[in-house]
T-cell receptor
């Protein structure tokens, strides 16, 4: 079974530039999560999708971050414009059911973003 | 709002030493608890989980954790660590009400095992 795929693995941009990350969850997984992990901290949930609908985006900085999962499969997370404090690893995870609490999350390798 | 505390940020042990990593959460209702591990250069992966039943749960690679509801704790233990256990360990709690439950992660504990 293929794991959660993310690209790119690394990205360096200047502040005020835009960046997009892509995630392809495990086939058949209905729930998809995007996390931000700043160095020295645990993953912080940014947004959770169930199929192509948003379940929770309460911690997503909506003035600069956006995410979509149009066909209920892969997803993109965008930052526009980036700030220095956005430097972090962006993790994508998925679970097989809408009732995500019943299952552990499967994580991708992450995208390490550096904003200079 | 729920929160998770991991008090040990960095732990250094010699091989064969016993390990206990603390995890405390704040939420008054029903919770599901997890420990995830991230080995150097690898993805976050599940170590063990508690949903209900026996509060002592066993995971992969000889790890276990005990859910103590009265103490809001879910400490991770291993009787004898190996060099290959060097990794970062994250405690997570899944809690909420109604049809939606939210996962919150702790800040992580870096474990370094010295041969």
């Amino acid at each position: 079974e293929a794991g959660v795929a993310q690209s790119p693995r690394y990205k360096i941009i200047e502040k005020r530039q835009s960046v997009a990350f892509w995630c392809n969850p495990i086939s058949g997984h209905a729930t998809l999560y995007w996390y931000q992990q700043i160095l020295g901290q645990g993953p912080k949930l940014l947004i959770q999708f169930q199929n192509n609908g948003v379940v929770d985006d309460s911690q997503l900085p909506k003035d600069r971050f956006s995410a979509e999962r149009l066909k209920g499969v892969d997803s993109t997370l965008k930052i526009q414009p980036a700030k220095l404090e956005d430097s972090a690893v962006y993790l994508c995870a998925s679970t097989p059911s809408g009732t995500g609490h019943l299952y552990e999350q499967y994580f991708g390798p992450g995208t390490r973003l550096t904003v200079t | 709002a729920q929160s998770v505390s991991q008090h040990n940020h960095h732990v250094i042990l010699s091989e064969a030493a016993s390990l206990e990593l603390g995890c405390n959460y704040s939420y008054g209702g029903t919770v599901n608890l997890f420990w995830y591990v991230q080995y150097p250069g690898q993805h976050l992966q599940l170590l063990l989980k508690y949903f209900s039943g026996d509060p002592l749960v066993k995971g992969i690679k000889g790890f276990e954790a005990e859910f103590i509801k009265s103490k809001f704790s879910f400490n991770l233990r291993k009787p004898s660590v190996q060099w290959s256990d060097t990794a970062e360990y994250f405690c997570a709690v899944n809690a909420g009400s109604g049809g939606y439950q939210k996962v919150t992660f702790g800040t992580g504990t870096k474990l370094q095992v010295i041969p």
